[in-house]
């Protein structure tokens, strides 16, 4: 499965601000943050022309009302109210087949193709503007009574967005790169938001977002809209052939966390920030606020945030994101420390089970919104209580009791990402061979028999693949059986596995012992079936393929989100090489063809790069295209390098990527210039048609 697994739960972030209550501070507030402060309309103006500005590929007319936004007596932005519409152009090719299928699906609209580019033009009736690094347009007209009125009803509405923190773009802009223009738009007509951002400044993205309601019931979620993503364009880069600019790196992250019980937790974070370039003094970062369950709702607050000569830092924490601010500008290459403090109760037990997950990805702790920031050495205590215990990444330093607490800490050596805790009721058990420990934690249930497989399977698949992949990165490999149904996931020296594999094992070893009986009834004379057929998961192919993942995703890293195959292809054709070199090559054979047949059915829908950025309305197809993709269109382009090159070839690229791109980031289009090195034949014509376009390669017999 993916690393990033699809959250169980909404996160939401209520209000503008949440700064440090100062009681919790024992000391003197933090120094206010910019941009905190919301922005008023002033005095408003009427035309009757039509006025217009443009920016990106966006081009938005006018006539009504108009007033400027004002910050502290500054012009930052516009507000609207009268007659618009706002002209957006997709000029990204490669995002078309997936542009047109998000609008028709979300907002039965359909782009017009205008000089090489997929138009549409959306009505509104009223809007607000920022901007940043521009100047703002003064339309004229004349005087017009206020806005106020209007205003806040709107203001309001654009709180209730999930995500949405405007001010932080901003800040970033203003303090980051004041010659670079950011601007968003939120426009809407009968009761539909529609978000458009322009971020030349730090993601360098232009998007554009369609809100939809949240689909629940209960009267605090009332008025509450999440954003889904109908267009992303780069800015000033091409992702065919680069990544976008990575301003800083966290390159180390310390969590001291301490679970009170099953819900409340306190931590303590300390992140080692190392700038890419000079001049920056805000950094934001992806951190929960505010977290809806169906039952409740759970809060994570920030309490304080320090530098490391302890002195107060402000920030901005709301809607999900994390702003802070530096005393004064960090130089490139030189790294500092941000400690965090934070507690609340966003320890959630799926399904009121007895564990807790903070999952990859899910801003349990300041993560950067670019994936190629997270390079980080990870060292973690945790403190549980009773007799739950706790895993997370690295070697273990040590595991024992602490007064009433069980403690556990670990640390990596090398840079890692995707960092995951889970605490909860478990038994281990653990061998070592080799000088690798596989440790497996059982919930509920001491170990069994499907340990002893368990482990036996690891460090078969882990042999194997040091063959061609060279050292497997870890001394230790924990795995967690979680109470769930139908996947694996892998963070780094980690593997979750659900129940049904353990369960699996049951049935198939009791389903053995019918067998027999049915064998020993036979040979009496009783009229019994032949043989007995059970169809259970493939627990071997999910090993291998997690298993993998600590050579693609952790060792080789994938340092945006259009480079995924990386992970999750790479991992499921080393899982199927596994099958066949140890369960014959008929099984090999049938993945071959069941990869082809949802790969066909899924690669019209978009190129391989754009898995991510798929968001049919169709909860199922978006899921099933995602994976036919990532999961099958991937996997059958390996095997057709893998056909052409033969097994030695394919598997000396194999390893010269892992042994090239070990503990790095790497991109596809690097990987098919080291491909082209060992063979002196040029694969631009199979990474632009097969990976960036949408065809398959010809079938092989």
Request: charged share 20%; with cysteine.
């Amino acid at each position: 499965m993916s690393l990033s697994m699809v959250r169980m739960f909404r996160t939401l972030g209520i209000g503008l601000l949440a700064l440090c209550p100062l009681g919790l501070l024992g000391g003197e507030p933090p120094p206010a943050f910019p941009f905190a402060l919301p922005a008023r309309p002033g005095p408003a103006r009427s035309t009757t022309e039509v006025v217009s500005f443009q920016v990106g590929r966006v081009k938005l007319d006018f006539t009504g009302q108009w007033a400027p936004l004002l910050r502290e007596d500054k012009v930052v932005g516009l507000f609207l109210a009268g007659q618009g519409k706002v002209s957006y152009a997709s000029t990204f090719e490669p995002e078309w087949p997936g542009f047109m299928r998000n609008l028709k699906d979300w907002a039965a609209l359909k782009p017009v193709l205008v000089d090489q580019a997929q138009s549409i033009t959306l009505p509104f009736k009223m809007a607000r503007i920022f901007f940043g690094g521009t100047p703002v347009p003064a339309w004229g007209g004349s005087t017009s009574g206020s806005l106020e009125d209007q205003y806040p009803p709107f203001d309001d509405r654009w709180n209730r967005v999930d995500g949405h923190a405007p001010s932080h773009l901003q800040a970033w802009q203003a303090l980051n790169a004041p010659t670079k223009a950011v601007t968003t738009i939120e426009f809407e007509q009968d009761g539909q938001p529609w978000l458009y951002t322009h971020d030349g400044a730090d993601q360098m993205l232009e998007t554009l977002q369609w809100a939809i309601p949240f689909q629940d019931l209960r009267t605090d979620l009332k008025g509450w809209f999440s954003l889904i993503q109908l267009s992303s364009q780069p800015i000033g880069w091409d992702p065919r052939k680069g990544l976008a600019p990575t301003h800083f790196q966290l390159t180390g992250l310390d969590v001291d966390l301490r679970a009170k019980d099953s819900r409340n937790a306190e931590v303590i974070v300390q992140e080692t920030i190392t700038p890419l370039e000079s001049g920056l003094q805000v950094f934001s970062f992806n951190l929960w606020s505010n977290l809806m369950l169906p039952k409740d709702i759970r809060y994570l607050r920030v309490t304080r945030i320090t530098d490391g000569e302890g002195r107060n830092l402000a920030y901005s924490h709301s809607h999900d994101q994390l702003a802070v601010l530096l005393p004064a500008p960090a130089a490139k290459g030189v790294p500092f420390t941000l400690k965090l403090e934070y507690q609340g109760d966003f320890l959630v037990q799926p399904n009121e089970d007895n564990y807790w997950q903070l999952g990859a990805k899910e801003g349990w702790y300041p993560t950067p919104g670019n994936l190629a920031s997270e390079y980080y050495t990870f060292h973690g205590t945790v403190r549980t209580k009773g007799d739950w215990i706790a895993f997370l990444p690295g070697e273990t330093v040590r595991r024992e009791k602490d007064g009433d607490w069980n403690l556990v800490e670990t640390r990596t050596h090398k840079p890692i990402c995707f960092a995951t805790i889970l605490g909860g009721k478990y038994y281990l058990d653990e061998e070592t061979r080799d000088g690798l420990t596989v440790r497996i934690a059982t919930y509920g249930l001491k170990p069994g028999v499907a340990n002893q497989i368990f482990k036996a399977q690891a460090f078969n698949i882990v042999r194997y693949y040091q063959n061609f992949l060279g050292p497997f990165p870890f001394k230790e490999f924990v795995i967690v059986e979680k109470n769930e149904w139908g996947y694996g996931e892998a963070p780094p020296g980690m593997m979750y596995i659900t129940r049904d594999a353990f369960q699996q094992l049951m049935i198939v070893n009791k389903m053995d012992e019918m067998v027999g009986d049915l064998d020993r009834l036979k040979a009496r004379g009783y009229n019994v079936p032949d043989r007995l057929t059970f169809q259970t998961m493939d627990v071997r192919h999910v090993f291998a393929h997690e298993i993998a993942h600590q050579y693609w995703a952790t060792v080789v890293k994938m340092p945006s989100p259009q480079e995924q195959w990386i992970s999750e292809s790479f991992a499921d054709y080393c899982a199927a090489l596994f099958e066949r070199d140890s369960k014959g090559k008929s099984l090999f054979v049938k993945n071959v063809a069941n990869w082809r047949v949802q790969a066909e059915w899924a690669t019209g829908k978009a190129p391989l790069p754009l898995a991510n950025e798929i968001h049919e309305k169709d909860a199922f197809d978006r899921f099933y295209t995602r994976k036919g993709l990532l999961y099958a269109k991937g996997p059958t382009l390996l095997h057709a390098l893998h056909q052409e090159l033969g097994d030695q070839v394919f598997l000396t690229w194999l390893k010269s990527i892992q042994t090239n791109f070990r503990w790095k980031f790497a991109t596809t289009r690097q990987l098919f210039g080291l491909l082209g090195f060992i063979t002196k034949k040029d694969y631009t014509p199979f990474y632009n048609d097969y990976y960036w376009g949408l065809a398959l390669p010809p079938k092989q017999p």
